[in-house]
């Protein structure tokens, strides 16, 4: 989202995200981290962190985590529910770290609410150590195109190749939120990834992994798209140029 955007929806997303198995969330996250997050190495930085239940699993999962957000609100929510989390304020294109800090960098559903995505990306691949993991998960962007109008009929609506705002307000059991952030195809996503050394490793368009009339429709068509790259280091990039 941009500046100020998660802030003014913190409520309604703590509500959204901490109901018990009411957003993707739940339908999608231990492929995620079965298939695209490496096991912990020395240390592990998430962006975009919001309320922290990315963190709290990576910390389950043995992860030693920073994680970082530029909404104070949320971020006061992930430190009560982890006390012993480390949490700050920070912006994702502008990472308050040395060079090589990070054996893996997560981004779950951060990067297309990022303004600036190439210069994010460029930061992720500052702070990793080379040979190290950038995990993503972002909105496909199919999905971000189009939608269903119904159960069976998927619309394109957008320009899948062009990059643009978006804002959209969803409401499901009661519990309402608006989202806003960015489009970008394939190809933009993995660009950046290129021009910051970091080569895709893994490409994963899952299934949701729990049965929910709700999600069915998404059998179909992929909600999400999950993107592994590795650090290269300059030596080895310029080789290959060659």
Known sequence: MGDGDWESQAGNWLRWARTPGHDAYWYYRDGFFDRIVPPPGDATLEIGCGEGRVARDLSARGHRVVALDRAPTLLDAARRADPRGSYLVADAAKLPFPERSFDVVVAYNALMDTEDMPAAVREVGRVLRPGGTFCISVTHPVNDAGRFADASTFVIEHSYLDSRRFEGTFERDGL??????????????????????????????????????????WHRVPMFLHLQATKTSSQESRVKEA
């Open 176 to 217: 309402v939120m608006t989202f806003f952030g960015w489009t970008h195809s394939v190809a933009d996503y993995v660009d950046a990834l290129e021009a910051a050394e970091l080569r895709v490793t893994r490409l994963r368009e899952p299934r949701p992994e729990r049965a929910d009339e709700h999600y069915e429709p």
